[in-house]
């Protein structure tokens, strides 16, 4: 069945540091693939999302490029802030409405 | 514009209680959903409405009801409640792949 692995957390970082967060997936077809942020106390936001090979989602700094051959989906940022502090999800969908999630990975930024 | 709604936001129960989980979306969403969130495992899916009067399972439907009377609203129903339902749920609607989450409800059963 369809499934997303990405990395353990808990991640801290210090501000201004890049952030990397490994997303694979298993999936029969052609995935859409999304990250998730949930910030405290919160429900879940869509990042942002990809829905074909080679396409590069970005938003609010953050970036992920679908790669098909290595089925990945990495969540980068370059700089990241003390408000970045979230959990993070990818998921993946293969029937365009239901989405198979990773177990999150947690990102704390201090200041 | 609301988006989507959940109440209550906090519930306690003992085990054997029943209650209902309330969704409300205004966004005309035709697709719903209700999540349950633990922790090291992601959100896993109970149940899912692709249409008004129409439910399935999702991965995780053991011990839940949903109904799906009105479009914009979708309930979620214990019966009988155990210590393994305690969780966050959230519920979402979707619209052209992309699902909006409601703000959760926490629940603990004793």
């Known amino acids: 069945g369809d499934s997303v692995t990405q990395m353990e957390g808990p991640v801290t970082l210090s501000e201004e540091a890049f952030l990397t967060i490994n997303c694979t997936y298993t999936?029969?077809?052609?995935?859409?693939l999304f990250w998730y942020v949930q910030y405290p106390g919160e429900g879940l936001q869509l990042l942002l999302k990809a829905t074909k090979a080679d396409d590069k989602g970005s938003n609010k700094g953050f970036e992920a490029t679908y790669r098909k051959e290595t089925t990945s989906f990495h969540l980068e940022k370059g700089s990241v802030q003390v408000s970045d502090s979230a959990v993070y999800f990818c998921?993946?969908?293969?029937?365009?409405?239901?989405?198979?999630f990773g177990a999150g990975t947690t990102v704390t930024v201090r200041a | 514009n609301a988006g989507v709604t959940q109440t209550p936001k906090f519930r306690v129960l003992k085990t054997g209680q029943s209650m209902t989980l309330l969704c409300a979306q205004d966004m005309n969403h035709e697709y719903m959903y209700w999540y349950r969130q633990d922790p090291g495992m992601g959100l896993r899916l109970i149940h899912y409405s692709v249409g008004e009067g129409t439910t399935a399972k999702g991965e995780v439907p053991d011990g839940y009801n949903v109904s799906r009377l009105k479009k914009q609203n979708f309930l979620l129903g214990l019966e009988s409640a155990a210590p393994s339902q305690t969780s966050v749920y959230f519920c979402?609607?979707?619209?052209?792949?992309?699902?909006?989450f409601g703000p959760g409800t926490r629940l603990l059963v004793l």
């Open positions: 979402a609607s979707s619209i052209r792949g992309t699902q909006y």
């Open positions: 998921a993946l969908s293969t029937d365009d409405y239901k989405l198979s």
């Open positions: 999936a029969t077809g052609y995935p859409s």
